[in-house]
Structures are given as C-alpha cells and as structure tokens.
C-alpha cells in the first residue's frame, strides 16, 4: 500500500456512537486492511459515510432502482484526471446502521466485524472488484477473506457459519 491513505469517516445516524463502540477507528482499520492487500496504484483517499436505512433505501433507489434499504453501497469516483503528486480519489462507501446491526444479529456475527467486512467489501469495490459473475466473486470473496484474517475475523462465508451470506 502506498503510504498514508486518507480515509475521512462522517457519521450522519447518531445510533453508529452507541451500536458500535469506536465506529471510526474500526472503519479505518478495515479501509487500510483493504487498501493494504489490494495494492492501489498511487496515495489515495476515499470517504466511509455511516448513515441509517432511509438514506440507504434512498441512493438504493436512486442509484441501483432497488426502492430498498441494503448494508453497504459504494460510489467510485470514477477516472478524474489528477494533478501530478495528488492522492487516487477512489471514492465513497456508505453503510446504514439498522440493516447490518440485524444482519449481525441473524448472522450471529459481532457487529464490530460485520462492520469491517462491509467496509472491506465497499473499499474493494471502489478498487474495481465486483461480484457479476461466478468468477468475479470468488476473486473478491477471496480477497475479502484474506483481509479479514488479516483482522483476525472469522470468514464471513464459511457455510459452517449460521446463515452465512454468500455476499454483501
């Protein structure tokens, strides 16, 4: 990874303070978890927006046509031309606190950890890894795990685990 990534966290629901204990520091340590397997190209910086489900549902809706709240969504920034020296913009992940805080508990994960894999999972995305095909999630499922070992949290989709997802 390259050196200091910029990792700016806005915390929009105030229920993230008291469902997740040290909500930015966690999210940061997931980001660069990220950042650090999967090798940007250049100093980057991106945005982790911690809001709730109507926020969700209404860039789930905008965005992807799916009037619905989800856990994780992730914005690239796109391929902006930069000014020499400047940091990669990679772009924006925004989680909502009620959709994983009950996916947490039907999964019997810690929310700390379905947290850092959902963080992990956007930052991945904003690095270009999707889950289209068959092909395309194992590749990002396995870099999702490798991150979390990293993390010391368990693989989120061990079919061992209770209603394991197979992705976010």
């Known amino acids: 990874m390259n050196p200091d990534p910029d990792i700016g966290i806005r915390i929009t629901a105030p229920?993230?303070?008291?469902?997740?204990?040290?909500?930015?520091?966690l999210c940061r340590r997931a980001a660069r978890s990220a950042l650090t397997v999967a090798r940007p190209p250049a100093a980057c910086e991106l945005a982790i927006i911690l809001a709730d489900d109507a926020t969700l549902r209404r860039l789930n809706h905008?965005?992807?046509?799916?009037?619905?709240?989800?856990?994780?969504?992730?914005?690239?920034?796109g391929d902006a031309v930069r000014p020499?020296?400047?940091?990669?913009?990679?772009?924006?992940?925004?989680?909502?606190?009620?959709?994983i805080l009950a996916?947490?508990?039907?999964?019997?994960?810690?929310?700390?950890?379905?947290v850092s894999h959902l963080v992990i999972h956007?930052?991945?995305h904003l690095l270009g890894f999707d889950h289209g095909t068959a092909a395309e999630a194992r590749r990002?499922?396995?870099?999702?795990?490798?991150?979390?070992?990293?993390?010391?949290?368990a693989d989120p989709y061990w079919e061992g685990t209770r209603a394991a997802p197979r992705r976010p």
């Open 84 to 99: 020499v020296g400047a940091p990669l913009q990679l772009g924006d992940v925004v989680l909502a606190v009620e959709t």
């Open 140 to 153: 990002m499922e396995a870099t999702e795990v490798a991150v979390l070992t990293c993390l010391a949290i």
């Open 103 to 114: 996916e947490a508990r039907s999964q019997g994960k810690t929310p700390a950890a379905h």
């Open 62 to 77: 905008a965005f992807r046509g799916h009037d619905k709240p989800t856990n994780v969504l992730a914005f690239p920034a």
């Open 15 to 25: 229920d993230w303070r008291r469902a997740v204990p040290g909500v930015r520091a």
């Open 122 to 124: 956007g930052v991945l």
